[in-house]
């Protein structure tokens, strides 16, 4: 049986490329992501250019491992939430938790879905990214949809509503609602709420009990 290496060079090969994105998303939180260089990077984790370059050729693989250390830490502070266990906490917590994490409320959650917008832009000229993130979307909304059939089965969701349609515009209105938040169109309270209200709606018509 394999062992996780927590020691040696693979493990501070791990550690350097973390240590890098969250330089990354340090600076996007700071200052955006047109602030973001070899040296800035370079600064901000207290490395020189070249180590940076080593790790990350390209400014696109600086913001994709930025993209990937967002998406881990934000899976933790929902987990923080929740509990970690997932499975075991009621489904439209996890939801609501879920949706919520993607509106911009603090530095963290802010990088994060700057560098993600940005990750989401890229994709427009790459198909290369293009078709990782409709991988990621997939399985993202099937999890999405298999929240709301739990509670389906539970009776807390009416059999009729279509959870593989309800999940991805639930997800998209979080996210459209999220670059509003940084852009300044509305703010983050009013985004938390209006996604909150689409929940809510989800579970407004409940099947009739005999």
Do not use: C
Request: overall charge positive; aromatic content about 4%; proline content about 4%.
């Amino acid at each position: 049986m394999a062992h996780r290496r927590t020691r040696g060079p693979g493990a501070q090969h791990e550690e350097r490329r973390r240590q890098i994105a969250d330089a990354v998303l340090a600076i996007v939180a700071d200052r955006g992501l047109a602030a973001v260089s070899l040296s800035e990077v370079a600064a901000q984790a207290g490395i020189s250019p070249g180590r940076v370059q080593h790790y990350f050729p390209a400014k696109r693989q600086l913001v994709e491992a930025a993209f990937e250390r967002g998406n881990e830490q934000s899976s933790a502070r929902i987990r923080q939430r929740v509990g970690q266990d997932l499975d075991a906490a009621e489904p439209r917590v996890v939801l609501v938790t879920v949706l919520t994490e993607l509106i911009p409320h603090d530095p963290a959650t802010e990088a994060h879905m700057r560098v993600r917008q940005s990750f989401h832009a890229l994709a427009f000229a790459e198909e290369g990214i293009a078709a990782r993130l409709r991988v990621l979307y997939d399985g993202f909304h099937r999890q999405m949809a298999d929240l709301i059939r739990a509670d389906q089965r539970a009776g807390r969701i009416a059999a009729a509503v279509d959870a593989g349609r309800s999940a991805p515009a639930l997800v998209a209105l979080a996210e459209g609602l999220a670059a509003y938040v940084l852009i300044d169109v509305v703010p983050a309270g009013a985004a938390r709420e209006r996604v909150l209200a689409a929940v809510d709606d989800l579970y407004r018509t409940t099947p009739s009990r005999s």
